[in-house]
Structures are given as structure tokens and as C-alpha cells.
T-cell receptor, first 118, second 114 residues
Framework: DADVTQTPRNRITKTGKRIMLECSQT?????MYWYRQDPGLGLRLIYY???????NKGEISDGYSVSRQAQAKFSLSLESAIPNQTALYFC?????????????????FGAGSRLTVL | AQKITQTQPGMFVQEKEAVTLDCTYD???????LFWYKQPSSGEMIFLIYQGSYDEQNATEGRYSLNFQKARKSANLVISASQLGDSAMYFC???????????FGAGTRLFVKA
């Protein structure tokens, strides 16, 4: 099984519908993130969480909400989807203590969830 | 504010040759980390290499090396002996040391020709 699992992998929905993207991890990492990827823009941070009681907005949180149900689970919701939320969404985890004890925040990504809003 | 710039939307390289992917960054912080990630056509994001701002040696990981020039604020990725499997999108990224927020450049798509 993958270290970081995202479901669904692909979803087509209509404007106004509520959508939930789910993420679970077996890495044991406290930090979890949701990013969105758009062509020519790279990846942009939507939300991040340090533990189940600590959830923070990223640079593009409008129109999204998240829930950290457990250390291993972090879900992203679009309450009322709109076409410009069509994108590839990534969940990621990190453990800054892992790489050479340098504090490097290396991200481990899920396989991505491709969302199309019609 | 932090910013990552990748000026090459696409690059071609002949198989077995070396290629350099450019990355410049902007930050006022003194302690930070630079990363490169690879995204094959299958879509997943794969960590390749890391360079800390205080590291005196350039980072190397197999065929990947990071040409770190702190004064120029550049962190170019060098891939030696390119392989067909290196064809992918490559993202440069940066975060503060010990920090949580990683910012990404727009990416460079590399095509390796046989």
C-alpha cells in the first residue's frame, strides 16, 4: 500500500455540488497538507495541519474546508464546487526531523486527485 | 516574500547527455532549504534532492546534483547521463528551515530524446 493514499483519484462533478477528497497516511507524520496544481502555476498550498487540533489556512483557502479526523486522516471539502476549482489536488505529509536532522521539510505526496467541475 | 522562478517551461536533452534545469529564488530569510521534485507523466510527485542554505557542499543524489550559488540565489538541478525515464516535469521548491510552508516554482518539462 502507498504511504499516502488519496481517494478518489478522478472525479467529475457539476457546479454547486459538494465534493470531499480524502487522504490517509501510514507514515506516522504529524504534518499534513493539501495542495492544488494548475498548469503554469506549480503547486499552491490550500490548508495544512500540524495535528488534529491544529489546522491552518494556506495561500488559497477560499472555497475550501478541511477536517483532520485523526493523525492519519486529512480530508478536503469543496462545499459548492465551481469550474475554476478544476485542478489536480495533492495531499502530502512531512516530518522535518527526518532528513539529516536539518529540519528539512521533505514532502511525501499522494498520487493526486484529479477534479473536474463542469 | 519568498518566490521561486523557473524560467524554462520546456527543455530537450539527448539521451546520455547532461542537462541543467534553472531555478532562482528570492527570500530575506537566512536559514532555508531548497528542494527539487519530479513529476512523471503518471502524475505523482517524487522528492529528488535537498540543499540547506548553510550546507557548504553542493548536494548530490546519484545522477542528480544541485548547483547551489547562494550569492546569486540560484539552485539549479543538474542531471547527468540523461535517461528516457527522466522525461518529466521538474519543480524547484523552497521552505524555511524547520518551517512548514513549501512554495513551488511553475516547473520545467524535460524531454529526453533517444
Amino acid at each position: 500500500d502507498a504511504d499516502v493514499t488519496q481517494t478518489p483519484r478522478n472525479r467529475i462533478t457539476k457546479t454547486g455540488k459538494r465534493i470531499m477528497l480524502e487522504c490517509s497516511q501510514t507514515k506516522g507524520h504529524d504534518r499534513m497538507y493539501w495542495y492544488r496544481q494548475d498548469p503554469g502555476l506549480g503547486l499552491r498550498l490550500i490548508y495544512y495541519s500540524f495535528d488534529v487540533k491544529d489546522i491552518n489556512k494556506g495561500e488559497i483557502s477560499d472555497g475550501y474546508s478541511v477536517s483532520r479526523q485523526a493523525q492519519a486522516k486529512f480530508s478536503l471539502s469543496l462545499e459548492s464546487a465551481i469550474p475554476n476549482q478544476t485542478a489536480l489536488y495533492f495531499c502530502a505529509t512531512s516530518d522535518p526531523s527526518g532528513l539529516r536532522s536539518s529540519g528539512a521539510n521533505v514532502l511525501t505526496f499522494g498520487a493526486g486527485s484529479r477534479l473536474t467541475v463542469l | 516574500a519568498q518566490k521561486i522562478t523557473q524560467t524554462q517551461p520546456g527543455m530537450f536533452v539527448q539521451e546520455k547527455e547532461a542537462v541543467t534545469l534553472d531555478c532562482t529564488y528570492d527570500t530575506s530569510d537566512q536559514s532555508y532549504g531548497l528542494f527539487w521534485y519530479k513529476q512523471p507523466s503518471s502524475g505523482e510527485m517524487i522528492f529528488l534532492i535537498y540543499q540547506g542554505s548553510y550546507d557548504e557542499q553542493n548536494a548530490t543524489e546519484g545522477r542528480y546534483s544541485l548547483n547551489f550559488q547562494k550569492a546569486r540565489k540560484s539552485a539549479n538541478l543538474v542531471i547527468s547521463a540523461s535517461q528516457l525515464g527522466d522525461s518529466a516535469m521538474y519543480f524547484c521548491a523552497m521552505s524555511y528551515t524547520g518551517g512548514f510552508k513549501t512554495i513551488f516554482g511553475a516547473g520545467t518539462r524535460l524531454f529526453v530524446k533517444a
